[in-house]
């Protein structure tokens, strides 16, 4: 297989895995300018502040809306006593189709006083990322931003008693454009998790990231390979424009060599994944001063005669340039584990005079499947600006996504693989205002239910939801005319009752080819019903009432034919609508007592008859 000074693996199936332990950073070079671009939000913390790495950390108030912070031992977290599926923190600015690293750091520290552990899930965007999260772990993500905004939310089971998700440090990391893990993986709808990166030939106890990683990946210290350990304290050149991703050049200063070597990966890894490799390398032997001197074979999960080499000739002289010099090598396959486990091997070609060296790798689960779809943008906007404008709280992060996670008023439908809504559910929300002119926009829209509101003002056309059936706007105080709703060609029920409409009823109703009910009563109506409306009433084609509106005539005369409307249906899959029943209005209660009068006078009639 050829290398291009960078080569690439990958599998997965796992979405759950254990990363890292709560640990602390090594300084080794002096503090610089933080990066621009760097997120650090200190979960329920109460001031910012910087970091001995020289990282801002802020507080979480401009992030998150929901939660209560909580003091562990030195520390703080954010809990989520709100029973609603999602809480979420929102992660700007981002820019959309970029690499960031998502980094969440979870310590239980028995904040609730109940010695348990919550059990709750992580998500990134639209995708379930890990689900239960573990206490004391960080998990580290690489994701491609879908939007100008990341969404990272704790997800519980509603039904669940197991407490409230928490959350202790949350971090965001932007990746330059063109590295490894966005060629291989995010570029193609991916994600990553950081399962192992190891700086090999190191010994310290801390963890290596920001400043000495400008990326600020976390990197831990190995030195326990059957193996020779070397350093060097000359300086390593990185170049930039070769090696976006490249290690840090202090952890390139050290490396494990020998004859031969072999690494295996058990922990945290799975047959049924798919797994990114990625070696940093630098020559800094002074033995070495040319190419040819030191090359080698790496074997993946196998090696034995007539096995071909994962990467064959490997020459890091030749391939970084010169001595002094780092560069990232990785795989254009998958590396699929055998056994659960990684097994890499690093074998000395017969002509070469030194034996393999290596001072890094990071092992890096994919996702099994390409991550989830947002909710159309053309969606997005309008339902958050609803939202926003009716006050709805408990709706955070993606509104359909994830499937098992969306806002509780709404139900989507994928379509062309990307989610739409396509009904509103909003009965007895207590909603005040006029009805919103986003909703116009939300095209996929089949069904809206504002019914039981407090919503005033006048009904809009809603001349752009060609695809609306159920329209249900009854029992509000909204006032004026009906409109004629001529764009609303496949709308099969029209709910309008207990409101202050008045003026006539559009004849245009009756040219709607699919309406089948129609309920008018309890309104300021006026003027003649149109005869059209009535044959439809009277052929049974249409469920149609119009009682309470003493001003109406049919035919001239005033009107005394009512109509009991039935129950709308429920639509299938949806959420329950509280307003999914037409209660049967006053009037039809009159009727059937004066029905039951009469049927009792003649009663005592005929019983006068047999005296």
């Not at 109506?525 to 439809?536: M, N, Q, R």
Request: proline share 7%; glycine share 6%; net charge negative.
């Amino acid at each position: 297989m050829a290398l291009d000074c960078k080569m690439c693996l990958s599998n997965a199936s796992i979405l759950f895995v254990v990363l890292f332990s709560s640990v602390l950073l090594l300084i080794i070079i002096s503090p610089t300018e933080a990066q621009p671009g760097f997120v650090s939000i200190d979960c329920g913390g109460l001031e910012t502040f910087v970091s001995l790495t020289n990282i801002t950390w802020v507080t979480d108030e401009e992030y998150v809306t929901t939660g209560q912070s909580a003091t562990v031992k030195d520390s703080t977290v954010r809990y989520f006593p709100e029973k609603i599926p999602k809480n979420c923190y929102e992660l700007r600015p981002v820019e959309e189709g970029r690499a960031y690293i998502v980094r969440a750091f979870f310590h239980y520290g028995d904040f609730d006083n109940k010695d348990r552990m919550p059990q709750f899930s992580l998500i990134v965007d639209a995708t379930v990322m890990v689900s239960p999260v573990s206490d004391d772990d960080t998990y580290e993500m690489y994701v491609a931003a879908k939007s100008d905004t990341i969404s990272v939310c704790l997800a519980r089971d509603v039904s669940s008693l197991t407490g409230d998700p928490f959350i202790s440090t949350l971090e965001l990391r932007p990746l330059p454009l063109g590295t490894t893990y966005d060629t291989v993986a995010l570029s193609q709808g991916f994600g990553l998790f950081s399962i192992y990166s190891l700086d090999l030939g190191s010994n310290y106890s801390y963890v290596l990231g920001y400043p000495n990683d400008t990326l600020d990946r976390l990197w831990w210290s190995e030195a326990s390979l059957d193996s020779s350990s070397v350093s060097t304290t000359h300086e390593i050149v990185v170049s930039a424009n070769r090696n976006l991703d490249a290690a840090p050049p202090i952890m390139l200063q050290t490396a494990i060599t020998g004859t031969n070597l072999t690494y295996s990966f058990t922990k945290s890894v799975s047959s049924r994944s798919k797994y990114l490799v990625t070696m940093h390398f630098s020559e800094f032997s002074p033995n070495v001063t040319g190419p040819g001197q030191r090359v080698f074979d790496i074997y993946s999960n196998v090696w034995q005669q007539g096995i071909q080499p994962w990467a064959p000739n490997v020459d890091i002289y030749n391939l970084s340039g010169g001595q002094f010099m780092g560069v990232v090598l990785y795989s254009t396959q998958p590396v699929t584990p055998v056994n659960d486990s990684i097994l890499l091997n690093f074998k000395s070609s017969p002509n070469s005079s030194h034996g393999p060296i290596i001072s890094g790798i990071q092992v890096l689960l994919l996702t099994p499947q390409p991550l989830s779809n947002l909710t159309s943008s053309d969606d997005a906007r309008p339902i958050r600006d609803i939202r926003d404008y009716y006050v709805i709280n408990g709706s955070f992060g993606d509104p359909c996504m994830p499937e098992k996670f969306p806002w509780t008023w709404i139900y989507c439908e994928l379509q062309a693989g990307i989610p739409r809504i396509t009904s509103i559910f909003l009965s007895r929300w207590s909603l005040m205002g006029v009805i919103y002119s986003q909703f116009n926009k939300l095209l996929g829209l089949t069904e809206i239910h504002l019914d039981s509101n407090n919503l005033t003002g006048m009904i809009p056309e809603f001349n752009s939801l060609s695809d609306l059936i159920v329209l249900d706007l009854s029992r509000n105080r909204l006032t004026g005319p009906i409109p004629e709703f001529a764009s609303l060609k496949n709308l099969q029920t029209l709910n309008l009752e207990n409101n202050r409409l008045s003026g006539s009823i559009p004849a245009t109703l009756s040219t709607l080819p699919g309406l089948k009910e129609l309920y008018l009563a309890n309104n300021q109506l006026e003027g003649e019903i149109p005869p059209s409306l009535l044959s439809k009433l009277k052929a049974g084609t249409l469920n149609f009432t119009y009682g309470g509106n003493p001003k109406l005539t049919c035919n001239g005369e005033s009107c005394d034919l009512l109509m009991v409307a039935p129950s709308p249906p429920t639509p299938s899959g949806s959420p329950p609508s509280p307003s999914s029943v037409v209660p049967t209005p006053s009037y039809a209660t009159r009727k059937t007592a004066s029905t039951l009068s009469i049927f009792l006078i003649l009663i005592l009639f005929f019983k006068m008859q047999a005296i």
